[in-house]
């Protein structure tokens, strides 16, 4: 089975998932699914639609997975047809809110704010699914807010061994990111 985690691999992934392949479309569904999650709840606050919206829109994908050459229409695609549905969702059906400001929410700098933030958690958790196993829970729990002596605690391993694993998997992230190593940086400091 092809590797799509890596960055470079995303234009061999589109090819594949041109070619029907299904388990390429699988990992893109799995990458996707909640950032576009995310995404559609920017818009409609209940998070169950957002769910629907953001499968429908991964569906529409893989039906319409001709017309993609590269990863960036496959994204563009992917944000401006959940952006889409969840307005039409708003105009027409039982989820329209008062509070609702449609000049807000088509901000193009906000648009391409929101898509960084999604793709900067896209690309860290890319890179965490690489590492070793006990590393990558050490970070995931450290993204989360952990502490060194809560991750110690909740993993049943000394808060040294914590710290050692956590500073080789930094090293390990810093040369899976490269040029985005300072966006690890910047999701572990919120």
């Given at each position: 089975?092809?590797?799509?985690?890596?960055?470079?691999?995303?234009?061999?992934?589109?090819t594949d998932i041109r070619n029907g392949n299904i388990r390429?479309?699988?990992?893109?569904?799995e990458d996707y699914y909640p950032i576009l999650c995310v995404?559609?709840?920017?818009?409609?606050?209940?998070?169950?639609?957002?769910?629907?919206?953001?499968?429908?829109?991964?569906?529409?994908?893989?039906?319409?997975?001709?017309?993609?050459?590269?990863?960036?229409?496959?994204?563009?695609?992917?944000?401006?047809?959940?952006?889409?549905?969840?307005?039409?969702?708003?105009?027409?059906?039982?989820?329209?809110?008062?509070?609702?400001?449609?000049?807000?929410?088509?901000?193009?700098?906000?648009?391409?704010?929101?898509?960084?933030?999604?793709?900067?958690?896209?690309?860290?958790?890319?890179?965490?699914?690489?590492?070793?196993?006990?590393?990558?829970?050490?970070?995931?729990?450290?993204?989360?807010?952990?502490?060194?002596?809560?991750?110690?605690?909740?993993?049943?391993?000394?808060?040294?061994?914590?710290?050692?694993?956590?500073?080789?998997?930094?090293?390990?992230?810093?040369?899976?990111?490269?040029?985005?190593?300072?966006?690890?940086?910047?999701?572990?400091?919120?």
């Open positions: 089975m092809k590797n799509y985690r890596t960055f470079a691999s995303m234009d061999p992934l589109i390429a479309f699988k990992q893109l569904f995404y559609a709840q920017r818009y409609i606050a209940d998070p169950e639609p957002c769910k629907d919206i953001a499968q429908e829109v991964l569906l529409s994908c893989w039906e319409h997975r001709n017309g993609f050459d590269d990863i960036h229409r496959l994204k563009g695609f992917l944000y401006t047809a959940a952006r889409n549905r969840c307005v039409n969702m708003l105009k027409h059906d039982a989820y329209i809110d008062d509070n609702f400001d449609q000049t807000n929410h088509t901000d193009t700098y906000e648009l391409e704010d929101e898509i960084i933030r999604q793709e900067t958690f896209l690309l860290v958790r890319r890179a965490v699914a690489e590492l070793p196993v006990q590393m990558g829970r050490i970070i995931r729990l450290s993204l989360m807010g952990k502490r060194n002596q809560e991750i110690a605690q909740t993993l049943g391993i000394s808060e040294g061994t914590v710290h050692s694993l956590k500073k080789t998997a930094y090293r390990k992230l810093r040369a899976s990111l490269r040029e985005h190593f300072a966006l690890l940086l910047l999701v572990t400091l919120k």
